[in-house]
């Protein structure tokens, strides 16, 4: 880790700084691993092998607008409040959120708790790997879990549907930045999901999320992450909407604008998942 890391509890927090602060009472941490079916993970059987004391399991396929035929889409406010205060996190808390995987799955529920109005959350930097490797406490045992009063305010400008993004791609008014790998942006594969077509949404830029982390898993600091975007061919000064396959790592773009102070951003929810499925929105390739 460098100097030039500043812990944030509203957006990005160390390993240390988690360690340092396990045991505060209004501390809630959050397990949000979640795997691509090709990975070959199960993220449950993970949590109960073993995870961050007191960690709760977030499972964000369950916690999710199930009547949608889209993957994971935001829940209903009424169904969060209720899962929220069955997990015992709720207002005054300060919450932590973490994956398996380094910083893969998490800012997705980072990205929830912001929509729903909670600000006081921060994703653990380099997740459990990091976690593991410095050698640190993990338990096996579910925490006891007790009712916790929970107050929500969506906030509507941190999402866009289809309908939206296809108007910003026709005006340009917003820049939709792509999380997906450079291949599939291009087009030059398959999509993981059957019956997507493949490329990307007109006009948009491609910032793979791989690019904004280190190899450990921890993210760039504020002056590479600045850089990427540029690089890209991301202008920064105009509202940003970050897209990928299904809306999780999406949310990594959604962090990284935020860590170097782009506050006005939202995320496409249904992403390349609902965009891949109609033939009557225009895909671009190469």
């Not at 602060?21 to 070959?40: F, I, N, T």
């Not at 549907?161 to 939709?176: F, N, P, R, Y």
């Not at 930045?177 to 490329?199: H, K, T």
Request: aromatic share 8%; net charge negative.
């Amino acid at each position: 880790m460098t100097s030039a890391f500043q812990d944030d509890p509203r957006t990005l927090v160390s390993t240390a700084w988690l360690d340092a602060h396990l045991k505060d009472p209004d501390l809630r941490v959050l397990d949000a691993s979640w795997y691509l079916p090709d990975m070959g993970r199960d993220a449950k059987a993970e949590y109960a092998a073993g995870h961050i004391p007191g960690a709760r399991f977030f499972d964000i396929d369950e916690i999710s607008d199930q009547r949608s035929s889209l993957p994971h889409m935001a829940p209903p406010v009424e169904k969060f409040i209720s899962r929220m205060r069955a997990m015992g996190v709720g207002d005054g808390h300060q919450v932590v959120v973490y994956d398996g995987m380094g910083l893969f799955s998490a800012a997705r529920v980072w990205w929830l708790f912001r929509l729903m109005g909670k600000t006081d959350i921060a994703v653990l930097d380099g997740g459990l790997p990091k976690w593991k490797a410095e050698g640190r406490e993990l338990e096996d045992m579910a925490p006891i879990l007790r009712d916790r009063h929970i107050t929500v305010s969506r906030q509507a400008a941190l999402v866009k549907d289809v309908t939206q993004v296809a108007h910003a791609s026709k005006l340009g008014e917003a820049q939709i930045i792509d999380a997906r790998s450079a291949p599939r942006f291009r087009g030059e594969v398959p999509e993981p999901r059957p019956g997507l077509r493949s490329g990307h949404i007109p006009g948009s830029k491609n910032v793979p999320f791989t690019d904004l982390l280190q190899p450990d898993g921890t993210m760039k600091d504020l002056a590479a992450l600045r850089a990427v975007f540029t690089a890209a061919g991301v202008d920064l000064a105009k509202p940003a909407i970050t897209s990928c396959g299904s809306g999780v790592t999406a949310a990594v773009l959604a962090l990284a604008l935020e860590r170097i102070g782009h506050r006005n951003w939202s995320l496409y929810d249904g992403s390349w998942a609902e965009w891949g499925m109609y033939d009557d929105l225009k895909v671009a390739k190469g």
